[in-house]
């Protein structure tokens, strides 16, 4: 049989450029291997080195250097490989769930997290458009602060503080950003000393966040008035939104809020928590690879905000 017939992963050098030839190039960037490559597409690895030389001919570029059984991308590489393997991973994943539409479940993801305040005021008024983005999908969310147990049912985990023991991919989505905040009508017009003279609200939790925030602050627990108690942030937003108190919080679950000008950050108050927000897509989920499709939407997701939270600065 002609080599260049093998199953069918071959593409032809008169027509425009394949996807085939593009992701053969993805998978061996993201292996570095092509040797490593070829086993997880499923093909040789002449056909694989075959799409790697029609793609630098067209190019007119080196993709790839390679040494030994180890391949490194040239900047070039890196350069294309960036901009084309998310879109790709996209493109795949949609023609394949349009192809197994009635799977049992395959329309629908269950997300569990620790992160309660977060799913209210960010994630869950923004599932319309991932449930647009994937066809309709249902996303059921379970909240909860107990470490998840491998007989637990559930498709992806959102946490800050809990540890995934079974296999899984990670992502890094949202580095904690810490501001104290109040109405407008309490925090304008006012600096720092406004803390000397307005209670701060107390999430019970979250006891880490006050005294991290103090620290970052250079402050002590004696230059502040306590102020009531609430077990979440998402009972403390009501109470900061309406009177005459400020709360210390993260910035991305009330971001929503300050550009509705029903909350203001007190000016100076922005400090890091040294926390981090992290989703994982557990390899034993029914539908991995719309897991993975959620956390790479959520990750995009919150760089989008971070970056308003940038700009509004």
Same mark, same amino acid.
């Given at each position: 049989?002609?080599?260049?017939?093998?199953?069918?992963?071959?593409?032809?050098?008169?027509?425009?450029?394949?996807?085939?030839?593009?992701? /053969?190039?993805?998978?061996?960037?993201?292996?570095?291997?092509? +040797?490593?490559?070829?086993? +997880?597409?499923?093909?040789?690895?002449?056909?694989?080195?075959?799409?790697?030389?029609?793609?630098e001919?067209?190019?007119?570029?080196?993709?790839?250097?390679?040494?030994?059984?180890?391949?490194?991308?040239?900047?070039?590489?890196?350069?294309?490989?960036?901009?084309v393997?998310?879109?790709?991973d996209?493109?795949?994943?949609?023609?394949?769930?349009?192809?197994?539409?009635?799977?049992?479940?395959?329309?629908?993801?269950?997300?569990?997290?620790?992160?309660?305040?977060?799913?209210? +005021?960010?994630?869950?008024?923004?599932?319309?458009?991932?449930?647009?983005e994937?066809?309709?999908?249902?996303?059921?969310?379970?909240?909860t602060?107990?470490? =998840?147990?491998?007989?637990?049912?559930?498709?992806?985990?959102?946490?800050?503080?809990?540890?995934?023991?079974? =296999?899984?991919?990670?992502w890094?989505?949202?580095?904690?950003q810490?501001?104290c905040?109040?109405a407008?009508?309490?925090? /304008?017009?006012?600096?720092?000393?406004?803390?000397?003279?307005?209670?701060?609200?107390?999430?019970?939790?979250?006891?880490?966040?006050?005294?991290?925030?103090?620290?970052?602050?250079?402050?002590?627990?004696t230059?502040?008035?306590?102020?009531?108690?609430?077990?979440?942030?998402?009972?403390?937003?009501?109470?900061?939104?309406?009177?005459? +108190?400020?709360?210390?919080? =993260?910035?991305?679950?009330?971001?929503?809020?300050?550009?509705?000008?029903?909350?203001?950050?007190?000016?100076?108050?922005?400090?890091?928590?040294g926390?981090?927000?992290?989703?994982?897509?557990?390899?034993?989920?029914?539908?991995?690879?719309?897991?993975?499709?959620?956390?790479?939407?959520?990750?995009?997701?919150?760089?989008?905000?971070?970056?308003?939270?940038?700009?509004?600065?």
């Amino acid at each position: 049989m002609d080599e260049r017939a093998d199953r069918g992963e071959v593409l032809d050098e008169e027509k425009d450029l394949s996807l085939n030839a593009v992701r /053969a190039f993805v998978q061996v960037a993201r292996d570095n291997s092509v +040797t490593r490559a070829s086993k +997880t597409l499923g093909i040789t690895q002449s056909s694989v080195s075959r799409h790697l030389a029609v793609l630098e001919e067209y190019f007119g570029a080196k993709l790839l250097e390679r040494h030994g059984r180890q391949s490194q991308l040239t900047d070039f590489g890196r350069l294309f490989a960036g901009a084309v393997a998310e879109p790709l991973d996209t493109i795949f994943f949609t023609a394949k769930r349009m192809r197994r539409r009635d799977g049992k479940d395959a329309n629908r993801l269950v997300v569990r997290t620790s992160l309660s305040t977060f799913a209210y +005021t960010l994630l869950i008024p923004n599932l319309r458009d991932f449930s647009k983005e994937m066809g309709g999908v249902t996303v059921d969310i379970i909240s909860t602060l107990s470490a =998840p147990a491998s007989t637990d049912s559930f498709d992806v985990l959102l946490t800050r503080d809990l540890t995934l023991t079974e =296999p899984g991919d990670r992502w890094d989505f949202y580095d904690e950003q810490l501001v104290c905040v109040g109405a407008p009508d309490c925090v /304008a017009g006012r600096g720092l000393e406004a803390l000397r003279t307005t209670p701060v609200i107390a999430v019970t939790a979250r006891p880490d966040i006050l005294p991290t925030w103090l620290r970052g602050m250079d402050l002590k627990t004696t230059d502040i008035i306590s102020g009531a108690r609430y077990d979440h942030h998402y009972l403390a937003l009501p109470a900061v939104t309406t009177g005459q +108190t400020l709360l210390v919080t =993260p910035h991305i679950i009330v971001a929503d809020l300050i550009r509705q000008r029903l909350l203001e950050v007190l000016p100076g108050s922005r400090a890091p928590s040294g926390m981090q927000y992290r989703a994982y897509a557990v390899d034993r989920s029914g539908n991995p690879d719309l897991a993975r499709a959620f956390c790479r939407w959520l990750l995009r997701l919150c760089r989008k905000k971070t970056e308003e939270e940038s700009t509004a600065k």
